[in-house]
C-alpha cells in the first residue's frame, strides 16, 4: 500500500511541494467582535434573520441575483450533465441556491451523490453554516463534517476509488484559506442602520406619525400637579391618545391644561437620508444597482435598461462563471469534454450588445467566413467554403 501512495503522490507531484494553510483569524459566521461597547457582533443565524427575513432591500437584492442565475439560459454540449445540472434537490433549485449561499454565507458545497456505479446521479447544495472544514496535517482540506441536529457526518474530499465526493466553492477572502467572505457581512452595518430606522418610523406612526407634543400645565396661582394627578393625566395619554388607531382623536382639556405640538427637527428628518443611504450600502454589497430596487435618488444610470445591462455585466456573469467552472472541474472525471455556462445569445438583457457585435463582424470585410463565425462563438461550417471574403 505504501508502494502505491509513493506512486500516486510522484504522479501528482507530491503533498510535500504544498505550502501550508490555516483557517482565519475571523469566520464570516462566527462573532467577528468581543463583547461591550462598539460595533455589533456578526453572526451567520442572526443576520439571516435580521439582513435576509427582516429587511426587504437585502433579501431582494439576493433574490433578483440568485434567481436570475439559477433561471439563466443554460449552454452545454452534454445532456446528462445539463440534466444533472438542472434537476431539483429536496425541492431546490441548484444553481440558485448555491449563489444565494454564495451571497449570504461566502461559501458554497455541493454533494456527488452516486449510483452503485460510481456515476453521479444527483447534486445537493448542503448548508454552508453546518459544514466544518476538516484540515490534515499541512492545512490542507481532507473531508467536510456536516453537522445536522448534533448528528455530524463526514463527507471526504475524495472516495477511496479516487472520485470526488464534494465540490466547494467561495468567495475571496483575504484572511482565510479555507472560507470565503459573503456579502451579507460587509452589508451588516448598513442593514441594522435600515432596521433602526424602520423602527423609529414605525415608532413615529404609533404615535400619530408625529413626535409627541407637550402637555402643559398653567395654572393662574403658579400650582403644580400632584404626583398622583400627573400620574393619572400619562396613564390616559397613553390609553385614550397613542397609537395609530388614536390618531387625529381631538383632546378635551381642563383646569389649565394646554396641548403643545411639536415639529419634525432636522434630526427627525435625517432618518429618511440615512435610511435611503443604508438602502443603497446594502445593494451596493450585493451588487445590484439601486435603481433596480425602486430607490429614490440614484441617478446612476441613464435609464433602466442600461442598469439592467450593468446588472448583468458586472454581477450575474461573473457569479455564474465562478459557479460553473466549480462545477465543471468538480465533475470533469465523468465528463471531461463537457462545456457548461450560460449561453450569451439567448439572454434578453445582452441582446444589444450582441446584435452591436454582430452588426462590426459582418462589416468587416477583411475576414473570412470561418473567421467571422469564430469570433461570434459559431461552430465551424461542415461544409468547405464557396463564397471566401
Known amino acids: 500500500m505504501a508502494l502505491l501512495d509513493t506512486l500516486l503522490s510522484a504522479f501528482k507531484g507530491g503533498e510535500h511541494t504544498r505550502v501550508p494553510l490555516a483557517p482565519g483569524m475571523m469566520q464570516g459566521w462566527h462573532p467577528a467582535f468581543a463583547g461591550g461597547?462598539?460595533?455589533?457582533?456578526?453572526?451567520?443565524?442572526?443576520?439571516?434573520?435580521?439582513?435576509?427575513?427582516?429587511?426587504?432591500?437585502?433579501?431582494?437584492?439576493?433574490?433578483?441575483?440568485?434567481?436570475?442565475?439559477?433561471?439563466?439560459?443554460?449552454?452545454?454540449?452534454?445532456?446528462?450533465?445539463?440534466?444533472?445540472?438542472?434537476?431539483?434537490?429536496?425541492?431546490?433549485?441548484?444553481?440558485e441556491t448555491l449563489a444565494a449561499h454564495l451571497l449570504l454565507?461566502?461559501?458554497?458545497?455541493?454533494?456527488?451523490?452516486?449510483?452503485?456505479?460510481?456515476?453521479?446521479?444527483?447534486?445537493?447544495?448542503?448548508?454552508?453554516?453546518?459544514?466544518?472544514?476538516?484540515?490534515?496535517?499541512?492545512?490542507?482540506?481532507?473531508?467536510?463534517?456536516?453537522?445536522?441536529?448534533?448528528?455530524?457526518s463526514?463527507?471526504?474530499?475524495?472516495?477511496?476509488?479516487?472520485?470526488?465526493?464534494?465540490?466547494?466553492?467561495?468567495?475571496?477572502?483575504?484572511?482565510?484559506?479555507?472560507?470565503?467572505?459573503?456579502?451579507?457581512?460587509?452589508?451588516?452595518?448598513?442593514?441594522?442602520?435600515?432596521?433602526?430606522?424602520?423602527?423609529?418610523?414605525?415608532?413615529l406612526l404609533e404615535n400619530a406619525a408625529r413626535p409627541s407634543g407637550a402637555l402643559v400645565y398653567e395654572p393662574g396661582d403658579g400650582a403644580s400637579l400632584a404626583h398622583e394627578q400627573f400620574e393619572r393625566l400619562k396613564r390616559e395619554l397613553d390609553i385614550a391618545f397613542?397609537?395609530?388607531?388614536n390618531a387625529g382623536r381631538p383632546m378635551l382639556l381642563d383646569g389649565g391644561l394646554?396641548?403643545?405640538?411639536?415639529?419634525?427637527?432636522?434630526?427627525?428628518?435625517?432618518?429618511?437620508?440615512?435610511?435611503?443611504?443604508?438602502a443603497r450600502d446594502i445593494a451596493l454589497a450585493f451588487g445590484v444597482?439601486?435603481?433596480?430596487?425602486?430607490?429614490?435618488?440614484?441617478?446612476?444610470?441613464?435609464?433602466?435598461?442600461?442598469?439592467?445591462?450593468?446588472?448583468?455585466?458586472?454581477?450575474?456573469?461573473?457569479?455564474?462563471?465562478?459557479?460553473?467552472?466549480?462545477?465543471r472541474e468538480g465533475l470533469t472525471p465523468w465528463f471531461p469534454d463537457a462545456d457548461l455556462g450560460i449561453d450569451l445569445d439567448?439572454?434578453?438583457?445582452?441582446s444589444e450588445d450582441r446584435e452591436r457585435l454582430w452588426s462590426q463582424v459582418s462589416d468587416a470585410d477583411f475576414l473570412t467566413r470561418a473567421e467571422k463565425r469564430q469570433m461570434l462563438g459559431l461552430n465551424p461550417e461542415t461544409q468547405p467554403e464557396e463564397n471566401a471574403a
Open 346 to 350: 439567448r439572454v434578453t438583457a445582452l
Open 37 to 95: 461597547p462598539g460595533p455589533r457582533s456578526y453572526d451567520y443565524a442572526r443576520a439571516i434573520g435580521e439582513g435576509f427575513l427582516a429587511n426587504p432591500i437585502a433579501q431582494r437584492s439576493v433574490r433578483i441575483v440568485a434567481e436570475a442565475v439559477g433561471q439563466a439560459p443554460l449552454a452545454c454540449n452534454d445532456p446528462r450533465l445539463a440534466a444533472l445540472v438542472t434537476a431539483t434537490s429536496a425541492g431546490q433549485s441548484l444553481i
Open 258 to 278: 394646554k396641548w403643545q405640538s411639536m415639529a419634525l427637527t432636522p434630526t427627525d428628518m435625517d432618518f429618511a437620508t440615512l435610511k435611503s443611504a443604508a
Open 289 to 327: 444597482p439601486p435603481m433596480l430596487l425602486g430607490l429614490p435618488g440614484d441617478n446612476t444610470y441613464a435609464n433602466y435598461r442600461e442598469a439592467n445591462r450593468a446588472l448583468w455585466r458586472l454581477t450575474l456573469l461573473p457569479l455564474a462563471e465562478k459557479l460553473f467552472a466549480a462545477l
Open 154 to 203: 463526514r463527507i471526504a474530499v475524495e472516495d477511496e476509488d479516487g472520485w470526488p465526493g464534494i465540490i466547494a466553492i467561495r468567495a475571496m477572502h483575504p484572511l482565510d484559506d479555507h472560507c470565503g467572505a459573503g456579502a451579507l457581512e460587509a452589508a451588516w452595518q448598513a442593514v441594522l442602520i435600515h432596521n433602526a430606522a424602520t423602527h423609529w418610523n414605525r415608532a
Open 105 to 152: 454565507h461566502g461559501n458554497g458545497y455541493v454533494q456527488i451523490l452516486k449510483d452503485a456505479s460510481g456515476t453521479p446521479v444527483e447534486l445537493f447544495a448542503l448548508r454552508p453554516e453546518r459544514v466544518k472544514v476538516v484540515t490534515g496535517p499541512d492545512g490542507w482540506p481532507c473531508g467536510y463534517d456536516y453537522t445536522v441536529n448534533n448528528r455530524t
Open 242 to 245: 397613542s397609537g395609530a388607531a
